[in-house]
């Protein structure tokens, strides 16, 4: 028998045969990758994305003035100034507060180094409420590190008294207040001791009932 050989004929078509197939398994790879792999373009959009700058607008760091304010009825009338005195800051014809703090002046009246973190210097009103008090306020006054805010006018002008309902008054004197300090006759409550000698007794009533409808700056 005759052991069977391929002829070069055979070669030759298979070789042949082989091209097309080898052909169209590239051609199909090549589409494959451009469907799976992303496009160039795509891939130049993902690197512009990102990229972006914020600009935050600076608010002022702040700095520090004085204050005096004068409670009005206290005896002795000097050296007995001592409050709880609510301060804000505003711009100017404002009522909404840039800054509200509460600050407990000295004996003489004063704080010192109230600081008004991120308000920048310049032009505002700013307002004084005492514990016990109406507020006043000092409309378009000038501002920087260092200014003194003197709510009493050189001594000339004092907080009136008789507010004392609610965690800072209301603003008004009225029966409210008044009842408030009638319940604590006898009693030593600091907020209705007006004229601060430890007691509260008629002289303090008599004093909220001067100013009886009062109200304080708004
Ligand atoms: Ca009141
Ligand atoms: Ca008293």
Known sequence: MREFQPSSG??????????PVLLCMLVSSLWTLHLFLPSRAATSDSESIGLSITITASAGSGFSINLIAAPEKR???????????????RN?????????????????????????????????DITAKGYSHLRRKMPGVSLSSGTTIDFSTGGTVKLLCGDVNSSSGDNL??????????????????????????????????????????????
């Open 75 to 89: 005896v002795p009338s000097t050296g007995n100034d001592d409050t709880r005195l609510e301060v804000e800051v």
């Open 92 to 124: 100017i014809g404002s009522t909404t507060p840039l800054l509200r703090q509460i600050v407990r002046t000295g004996s003489g009246g004063t704080f010192s180094g109230f600081t008004l973190t991120g308000i920048n210097a310049g032009s505002y």
């Open 10 to 19: 055979d070669t030759h078509s298979r070789a042949h045969w082989h091209v």
């Open 173 to 218: 004197v009225n029966g409210i207040d008044l009842t408030l300090i009638i319940n604590d006759l006898t009693g030593n409550t600091e907020r209705y001791d007006m004229n601060r000698d430890t007691v509260v007794n008629g002289i303090d009533l008599t004093n909220a009932i001067t100013n009886l409808t009062e109200t304080g700056d708004s």
